[in-house]
């Protein structure tokens, strides 16, 4: 079966034909039209439901007047789905936002949502009708400016959810990791108790000299210093952890091999561990090296699983410090405590593509009198977009100074550049050059009106292939 076209049939008209019935559209009505346009001939169209009356990036731009039915404007966003712009009802005007922003191409296609009857202007027949119609002229101005804003608000609200799926995949990767940490630790931990219980329930049949007492209460002080291990080489540990197991494994230690690693991790020599060996005979010394083992890798686990909540509660206030009310009362921000915050989101993307990350903070002091942290939003698609464009071992360089009336921040990546004939156009919105489905267009758009409109700021961009900068500068006291 063929596919149904919808129908839109166009006829040429003299405006003053039609100036009666736009005369009783509320907008129109107190208009008056110039005696050369309305001898002019203007488009008169008809159009059934589902017809494209403008198709984005290829129609000329025009301006169309609903006289009846409804139309409605939509985009295809990267990832295939539609977004609606807006709707134009009986008696509205629509088109006139791209002509007077100085657009070249409508950003929208245009359908008729019901059966529609539409005045179209073309674009020259616009500019006269404002130019004649002072009347007219203030409703294009006002449509324009309550599209515009209401654009503004929709490419924020998406760019917002483009940064919170940034954010939770962030906090997805960086929760996982130290709550896995955390399980097994526990896990070994469990198995620790079990075996220094067994090994402490064996041990107490044999009473315990002075001596023997005061030599594992020595062992055991040290044993509880594990969440701070030795600094040695990757030979010096292998050649140590091999040495101290076979003078264990010489001394009738049972399991030798696995605790003298262990041992020598915390720091344990065997010059140390001489004073056991003299002072319990050889299956009492097996027992003491087996518990002070089992010991060893308990304070391990536990200093596993304070580190691995330590790392979730600095998730938390990372998370904390990114989402502050913008509602706020006004505050100093420390624009270094964002910047981390925004580094530790964003870890797991960094480690993926093994990007090293050289700060450079000079800024003192790095504080901004502000409401809110919209900053952070900043942060997440500049760093964001620099690890996209850095090779994997790559790095990025983020760096802050102060300049007479401004804090300045700077993010540089080693990637391939922009483009010169790409330059002028990247803050603007839903402009892209990554593949379909993985951009919206939005970022630096979104990172330019808060730079500049939130806060007063200014941003520039330094690009040749191999180093890109975007340089932030921000005043003390700003607008947000």
Known sequence: MGE???????????????????????????????TALAEGPVD?????????????????????????????????????????????TKGEGSGETPLMTGKTTSIFRVVAEQNSEIVRFSHEQFWQVLGCCPEIRAVAVRDMTNRIQAHQMEALHREKLVTLGTMAAGLMHELNNPGTAAKRAASLLRGNLMQLQ??????SEKPKTQEQLACMKSLMLHAAESCRPRALSSADQSDAEEALSEWLAGAQVENAYTIGPALVEVGFTAEELACAKAEFDAASFSDALNWLGALVSSFSQVCAIDE??????????????????DRSATRSLDVHDTLQSTLT???????????????????????????????????????????????????????????????????????????????????????????????????????????????????????????????????????A
């Open 4 to 34: 149904c076209v919808q129908t839109v049939r166009v006829k040429q008209i003299a405006l003053k034909e039609i100036a009666g019935r736009l005369s009783c559209l509320p907008d129109f009505a107190q208009s008056s039209l110039c």
């Open 44 to 88: 008169l169209i008809d159009a059934e439901a589902g017809a494209v009356l403008i198709e984005a990036g290829e129609s000329p731009l025009c301006y169309l007047i609903v006289l009846e039915g409804k139309l409605r404007a939509e985009r295809t966003e990267q990832d295939g789905s539609v977004t609606v712009g807006g709707y134009a």
């Open 198 to 203: 067994e090994i402490a329930l064996r041990m």
């Open 308 to 325: 691995s909540l330590g790392r979730v509660t600095d998730l938390v206030m990372a998370v904390k410090k990114f989402a502050w009310d």
């Open 345 to 479: 989101i964003l870890g797991h993307k960094l480690r993926i593509k093994q990007i090293k990350v050289e700060k450079r903070f000079d800024a003192s002091p790095a504080t901004i009198a502000t409401r809110g942290s919209a900053l952070s939003q900043v942060w997440t698609n500049l760093i964001d977009n620099a690890a996209d464009a850095s090779p994997v071992n790559g790095q990025i360089e983020i760096a802050t100074w102060n300049e007479p009336e401004w804090l300045a921040i700077s993010i540089t990546d080693h990637g391939h550049g922009i483009p010169e004939d790409v330059k002028p156009h990247i803050f603007e919105a839903f402009f892209t050059t990554k593949p379909q489905g993985s951009g919206t267009g939005l970022g630096l758009e979104i990172v330019h009106r808060i730079v500049t409109h939130k806060f007063g700021g200014q941003i520039d961009v330094e690009s040749k292939p191999g180093e890109t900068r975007f340089t932030v500068r921000l005043p003390r006291q700003t607008k």
